[in-house]
């Protein structure tokens, strides 16, 4: 029963963790997923994803935090794919597919070095939103913070880049750098979300949230309001469901979202028939 959850998060600091970090993820998710679906980037977030076990493999490997080890994983990743995209899109699908494996195979060939079980480390794969430490909660809030305040200071090189790169350069915007720029805030996005329903799982809440909003929202700032609160709603749904029915809260946060969107798809679809 939903009041039994209540009573858990109100009991459990591991479930106190687990609700403030999925809030904190709903944000950055909200506000770089609509960008991430108005500039149709999700494959090149989907590369960057999987690239990033292979910083968080070498972090544990030395004894380090994996998730320090997935944060300049996804910026060289976000960097290279982006430099590749603007010099040699010809060969875009080939990089992004060659960083995706490569991150993968790296991260998998530390993890069978470092000695004893490493199961927690597999559980970024899939995510467990519940394993979230305090000090990890605060990791992802100053990268919230960070990602927020980057938004705010380039809103109007990020919307231009996303939307019209022609009329940003005549504006005499860099408008390279910007994207680049854009790519790396989506990279620390995807390093908060790896916490909530890790890699595998991460382009569904990247994207399913910016994507429902979309549908009956208009303007860029009305998207992310709308995104930043679907994913809000879908994660806390999710680890409600997931607590009740002894059920994954990663795949449950990501299978409510999919059925949303689909419902939602559904019925704008009759709506606009109708008239």
């Known amino acids: 029963m939903p009041t039994d959850f209540f009573h858990a998060v109100a009991s459990y600091g591991f479930l106190q963790n687990a609700v403030l970090a999925g809030l904190l993820a709903s944000l950055a998710c909200g506000v770089i997923g609509t960008y991430v679906v108005v500039k149709r980037i999700a494959f090149i977030s989907g590369g960057i994803a999987h690239a990033v076990l292979g910083g968080m493999g070498i972090a544990y490997f030395f004894g380090g935090r994996p998730l320090l080890g ?135 809440l990247l994207t399913l949230p910016a994507a429902i909003a979309g549908q009956w929202l208009r303007g860029l700032r009305h998207m992310m309001i709308g995104a930043c609160a679907a994913g809000m709603l879908f994660t806390q749904s999710g680890l409600a469901v997931s607590y009740t029915y002894d059920l994954p809260a990663g795949a449950t946060i990501v299978l409510i979202a999919g059925v949303t969107f689909l419902g939602s798809t559904i019925f704008k679809t009759l709506a606009e028939r109708g008239h």
């Open 70 to 204: 997935a944060i300049p994983a996804a910026l060289l990743s976000a960097v290279i794919i982006g430099w590749v995209s603007l010099r040699a899109r010809e060969r875009e699908d080939t990089i992004i597919g060659a960083l995706w494996a490569v991150g993968m195979a790296v991260g998998i060939m530390f993890i069978y070095k470092t000695p004893g079980y490493s199961a927690d480390l597999f559980s970024y794969l899939f995510g467990n939103i519940l394993m979230v430490s305090a000090e990890n909660v605060w990791l992802v809030g100053v990268l919230d913070a960070v990602i927020i305040l980057l938004v705010v200071m380039f809103f109007k090189g990020f919307t231009a880049v996303c939307f019209d790169e022609e009329f940003a350069r005549v504006q005499g915007l860099n408008v390279d750098v910007l994207y680049i720029f854009l790519l790396c805030l989506v990279a620390l996005t995807v390093v908060i979300l790896v916490q909530v329903v890790g890699i595998v799982m991460v382009i569904a």
